[in-house]
């Protein structure tokens, strides 16, 4: 069972930057693939970033390509989105997620292939 607690969103301008951390309970964080997702008022979650369970494979959205960095520290339990030249339309719920993955260090893009997720931190970008 894993616990993950966001923490990181507010207001920002547009241009700014912001760091998403999420946080993990658990003696195993470090066997899990983690993700970012978000959802903005009125559409579906949304894939935006994950990473495999050593941090050594990543993979981006092409809406947040170049402008969003995903990282883990395993040994703080901890999952990071750096988020850099913010636009209005990056405005939504980020959520983190977990899961145990079938073969070491791959990741996951879609939404139903994670079995645990936090409770979410808005972030709102103004233009």
């Known amino acids: 069972q894993v616990q993950l607690v966001e923490s990181g969103g507010g207001l920002v301008q547009a241009g700014g930057s912001l760091r998403l951390s999420c946080a993990a309970s658990g003696r195993t964080f470090s066997t899990y693939a983690m993700g970012w997702f978000r959802q903005a008022p009125g559409k579906e979650r949304e894939f935006v970033a994950a990473i495999s369970w050593s941090g050594e494979n990543t993979h981006y959205a092409d809406s947040v390509k170049g402008r969003f960095t995903i990282s883990r520290d395993n040994a703080k339990n901890t999952v990071y989105l750096q988020m850099n030249s913010l636009k209005p339309e990056d405005t939504a719920v980020y959520y983190c997620?977990?899961?145990?993955?079938?073969?070491?260090?791959?990741?996951?893009?879609?939404?139903?292939?994670?079995?645990?997720w936090g409770q979410g931190t808005q972030v709102t970008v103004s233009s």
């Open positions: 997620a977990a899961r145990y993955p079938e073969y070491r260090n791959i990741f996951y893009l879609n939404t139903d292939e994670y079995n645990y």
